[in-house]
T-cell receptor
Framework: AQSVSQHNHHVILSEAASLELGCNYS??????LFWYVQYPGQHLQLLLK??????LVKGIKGFEAEFIKSKFSFNLRKPSVQWSDTAEYFC????????????FGRGTSLIVHP | DGGITQSPKYLFRKEGQNVTLSCEQN?????MYWYRQDPGQGLRLIYY???????QKGDIAEGYSVSREKKESFPLTVTSAQKNPTAFYLC????????????FGPGTRLLVL
């Protein structure tokens, strides 16, 4: 069965700091990977996704994630965070041999101080 | 303006009471889902439906029931058998051919009195 681990549960940064949120999955076959974001009081929304091709994926608001197959990882990055990036971030995975329904990680709460 | 609506935003349940959470979408999506979100536990799948009049149990279906009589609607009933119903409930939908990419509603927070 597919599963996802997000090791950082709470992250606190100052504005302009660089961000990297860890995401590891456990499934040996072909996977699709996602990052979703939940801003305070807003809907959970898709930030970016990887299906195939270039392992470096760019999403909205300057976020990017890199799929490293050998490490079973899909870490989310942003070179310079803003106060408005304060949100909860969820990594998710689907797999060709598993389920098309995403399995979500536990989430990382990011607080950015102005 | 297409999207998913959930009502109510907050819902209070008394002991032994069944309550129903509404989810409506006008995206013409085929599949709909219910997730439960608890602090520090991410999203867990309760039920999903790929087509009208058909639905499947997710990972934590016990104490919940659903129906899918219309494509646009997928209500969730939290029954008295659900012993720990206090949580944030999220409804989502996706389209055939792109099942994996999900669109979420604003959520309903259920509290037990």
């Amino acid at each position: 069965a597919q599963s996802v681990s997000q090791h950082n549960h709470h992250v606190i940064l100052s504005e302009a700091a660089s961000l990297e949120l860890g995401c590891n999955y456990s499934y040996g076959g072909t996977v699709n990977l996602f990052w979703y974001v939940q801003y305070p009081g807003q809907h959970l929304q898709l930030l970016l996704k990887y299906f195939s091709g270039d392992p470096l994926v760019k999403g909205i608001k300057g976020f990017e994630a890199e799929f490293i197959k050998s490490k079973f990882s899909f870490n989310l990055r942003k070179p310079s965070v803003q106060w408005s990036d304060t949100a909860e971030y969820f990594c998710a995975v689907t797999s060709s041999g598993g389920s098309y329904i995403p399995t979500f990680g536990r989430g990382t709460s990011l607080i950015v101080h102005p | 303006d297409g999207g998913i609506t959930q009502s109510p935003k907050y819902l209070f349940r008394k002991e032994g009471q069944n309550v129903t959470l509404s989810c409506e979408q006008n995206l013409n999506h085929d599949a709909m889902y219910w997730y439960r979100q608890d602090p520090g536990q991410g999203l867990r799948l309760i039920y999903y439906s790929q087509i009208v009049n058909d639905f499947q149990k997710g990972d934590i279906a016990e104490g919940y029931s659903v129906s899918r009589e219309k494509k646009e609607s997928f209500p969730l009933t939290v029954t008295s058998a659900q012993k720990n119903p206090t949580a944030f409930y999220l409804c989502a939908s996706s389209v055939q051919g792109a099942w994996e990419t999900q669109y979420f509603g604003p959520g309903t927070r259920l509290l037990v009195l």
